[in-house]
């Protein structure tokens, strides 16, 4: 099976722009979630969609948002960037069981000046 | 709030040594464990997992955790390393109904001299 892809892998924008970020899940995965990376904060969970619906939700301000597709990809965007919204940008996928794996992507590295 | 907490860092061993890195977790209720791992220029890979049962689990590349519910623990060893088990590792939680919400320690990074 094909893993986890994100798109794009490496993005630049400056403050104030709006970015998207891609995951196409693993085949038959259908929940999908979003983590940061930062040097300074670690791996930060964002937050989780399965079915199209958001399921669960992290500390991030509302800048930050997603959605769910119906073929199980997903999409988050964060508006009005800030310097600090520099990280590595992961997802992950997993089965819709009670007892989860999470698969994570390659990432995609945004880089804000 | 569920919170992770890794004792180390950054470890340094020389080849055949061997390796603990501890993982602590807060949080009173059923919980998955994880431990994955991230090579350098590499994406987050999985090592093992704790759902339930046997609470010494194995995983790839000859890692092994042990899950100890009283201390809140688990933490992961290998007897012999390897330069090329040079990585950061992290330990991760989820409760039992919210699989898709990993809770993630700082991370430790494992540098092993050839």
């Known amino acids: 099976k094909a893993g986890v892809t994100q798109t794009p892998r490496y993005l630049i924008k400056t403050r104030g722009q709006q970015v998207t970020l891609s995951c196409s899940p693993i085949s038959g995965h259908r929940s999908v979630s979003w983590y940061q990376q930062t040097p300074g904060q670690g791996l930060q969970f964002l937050f989780e969609?399965?079915?199209?619906?958001?399921?669960n939700k992290g500390n991030f301000p509302g800048r930050f948002s997603g959605r769910q597709f119906s073929n199980s990809r997903s999409e988050m965007n964060v508006s009005t960037l800030e310097l600090g919204d520099s990280a590595l940008y992961l997802c992950?996928?997993?089965?819709?069981?009670?007892?989860?794996?999470?698969?994570f992507g390659p990432g995609t590295r945004l880089l804000v000046l | 709030a569920q919170s992770v907490s890794q004792h180390n860092h950054h470890v340094i061993l020389s080849e055949a040594a061997s390796l603990e890195l501890g993982c602590n977790y807060s949080y009173g209720g059923t919980v998955n464990l994880f431990w994955y791992v991230q090579y350098p220029g590499q994406h987050l890979q999985l090592l093992l997992k704790?759902?339930?049962?046997?609470?010494l689990v194995k995983g790839i590349k000859g890692f092994e955790a042990e899950f100890i519910k009283s201390k809140f623990s688990f933490n992961l060893r290998k007897p012999s390393v390897q330069w090329s088990d040079t990585a950061e590792y992290f330990c991760a939680v989820s409760s039992y109904n919210q699989g898709g919400k990993l809770i993630f320690g700082q991370g430790t990074e494992l540098s092993v001299k050839p």
């Open positions: 992950a996928s997993s089965a819709p069981r009670v007892q989860e794996t999470q698969y």
């Open positions: 969609y399965f079915s199209e619906t958001q399921r």
């Open positions: 704790y759902f339930s049962g046997d609470p």
